[in-house]
């Protein structure tokens, strides 16, 4: 199994949270997209502000690599005209992937209304540009029942608005994997999580995001049926080794 195709190596730290400046976060990041491109993997997703500079090393380094970002992380309270001029400016940097956080607690709240309408509008933002597209549900914030539901309504917006070959464009994400959970429980990808998303948002493709640190881990993802893993420990885990990152 050619398990580097389905790695999207991430890094999405701030300067903050990373407990380093600015300069120094940006040379990290750097060092991500080196790899990436070193290592033949699929896609590097980054934050916005990277996406420009990764354009510039992919090009110079005459690389296939692919560009992931994410847009209103890692909350995804902001409006539907925030998440698109955010995902706009992606798109003018050079972005492939655009991985929106779904305002699942305006879901969890019941307004339905508003999930539909960002789902429906930043999906055909993406697709007309020609842009995968990803819907992180944020897993450790749902109950089961939620990931159901979600996962559920997300398939039904796409497979009514657009059509058949468009679905393999379409993610639904497991997660952000910067949700703070009680008592240490995982806040990414389960096996029971994956399950349900994948059962639930058929046929539209799912990625495993946060929590996969092992070889095993990512195969074990791939049999159940998913199609992207996200990690900060690609190179490590396509190398057969254990990650010890926290995404």
């Not at 993610?171 to 429980?185: A, D, M, R």
Request: aromatic letters at 6%.
């Amino acid at each position: 199994m050619n398990i580097k195709q389905y790695l999207d190596s991430t890094y999405l730290k701030t300067a903050d949270q990373a407990g380093i400046n600015e300069v120094e976060n940006v040379l990290v990041a750097k060092g991500f997209i080196e790899e990436a491109i070193n290592e033949h993997f699929k896609l590097i997703m980054i934050r916005p502000k990277i996406v420009s500079l990764a354009k510039k090393m992919i090009t110079e380094a005459n690389s296939n690599l692919q560009i992931g970002t994410v847009i209103d992380f890692p909350e995804g309270k902001s409006s539907v005209n925030e998440k698109i001029n955010e995902a706009i400016q992606a798109i003018n940097d050079g972005v492939d992937d655009l991985d929106f956080v779904c305002n699942y607690e305006a879901f969890k709240n019941g307004d339905i209304d508003l999930v539909k309408e960002e789902i429906l509008k930043c999906t055909q933002l993406g697709l007309s540009n020609k842009k995968v597209v990803k819907w992180i549900i944020e897993v450790a914030a749902l109950n089961d029942k939620q990931i159901i539901q979600l996962s559920s309504l997300i398939k039904n917006v796409i497979i009514s608005n657009f059509e058949q070959e468009q679905f393999p464009k379409v993610f639904v994400k497991s997660s952000t994997g910067f949700y703070k959970t009680e008592n240490n429980l995982p806040n990414g990808a389960t096996i029971p999580a994956i399950m349900m998303m994948l059962e639930n948002a058929s046929p539209l493709p799912v990625k495993a995001a946060g929590g996969v640190r092992t070889y095993d881990e990512a195969v074990a993802m791939i049999q159940l049926g998913v199609k992207r893993i996200g990690t900060s420990g690609a190179k490590m885990i396509a190398n057969g080794q254990n990650s010890n990152n926290e995404y």
